[in-house]
């Protein structure tokens, strides 16, 4: 079992930055793909960004490429996500999650997932 918990969320003017971290723990992390999600209000739960716990592939999804960076520091257990050039509807809240099978992408099938931490972008 996965357990994640998120930080680093908070209010921001668009145009500004935020990281977001994501603390893991279980010993089969090095299994599992970690990713961001986000569900802004009304909204469906959707995919940001993942990484492999062991290798070098990221994953992003369309509206956040060359804004958002997912990393990873393993000797922490910690997966970051850098947000840059922040839009109003980046507003959501961010969880992050684990998914040892099946594409990333796809927000089914994730699990260990955190309370969330709420970013909000004023314009």
């Known amino acids: 079992q996965v357990q994640l918990v998120e930080s680093g969320g908070g209010l921001v003017q668009a145009g500004g930055s935020l990281r977001l971290s994501c603390v893991t723990s279980g010993r089969t992390v090095s299994n599992y793909n970690i990713a961001w999600l986000r569900q802004a209000p009304g909204k469906e739960r959707e995919f940001v960004a993942a990484i492999p716990w062991s290798g070098r592939n990221t994953y992003y999804a369309d509206s956040v490429k060359g804004r958002f960076t997912i990393s990873r520091d393993n000797a922490k257990n910690t997966i970051y996500l850098q947000m840059n050039s922040l839009k109003p509807e980046d507003t959501a809240v961010y969880y992050c999650?684990?998914?040892?099978?099946?594409?990333?992408?796809?927000?089914?099938?994730?699990?260990?997932w955190g309370q969330g931490t709420q970013v909000t972008v004023s314009s």
């Open positions: 999650a684990a998914k040892m099978y099946g594409l990333v992408n796809i927000v089914s099938g994730y699990n260990g």
